[in-house]
């Protein structure tokens, strides 16, 4: 679903000003190589351009940062929400440099219990 209903952008969309079309309300968002393989998958409360530039963890300071050439992310308010499915994507995608909570094989998720 998500990619069926994300906006996508390029990078070159990205970096021009006001091409992006992010309403600044919060956003989950992921960022892909040429390849379509996900770099990073991340959720702001703001406009997710401001992440790049953030003093705790700056995108533009990454190993990742240069790797990317699309972006898509879907408009969500609720912080519990992108929280989810930032989550979600995360587990699904695999994202190559995400380290919360790390990529995790869903057939392993359970089987301490069986």
């Known amino acids: 679903m998500f990619f069926s209903v994300a906006a996508a952008g390029t990078r070159e969309e990205y970096l021009a ?3 992006l ?18 770099l990073y998958v991340g959720e702001a409360g ?8 953030d003093k705790t963890s700056p995108h533009k300071s990454t190993a990742w940062w240069d790797s990317w050439t ?12 992108r929280l989810t499915l930032e989550l ?7 994202p190559t440099f995400n ?3 790390g990529p995790r094989d869903f057939a392993k ?3 301490d219990e069986i």
Not at 46 to 53: A, E, G, L, S, V
Not at 71 to 77: A, E, G, L
């Open 88 to 94: 979600l994507l995360i587990l699904a995608l695999r």
């Open 46 to 53: 703001r406009p997710i351009k401001r992440r790049m530039h």
């Open 21 to 38: 079309a992010d309403a600044g309300a919060g956003a989950v968002y992921a960022y892909f190589a040429e390849d379509g393989t996900a």
């Open 70 to 81: 699309s972006v898509r992310f879907m408009q969500i308010t609720d912080r519990t929400d």
């Open 99 to 101: 380290s919360k909570p």
């Open 109 to 111: 998720m359970f089987e």
């Open 17 to 19: 000003r006001g091409k």
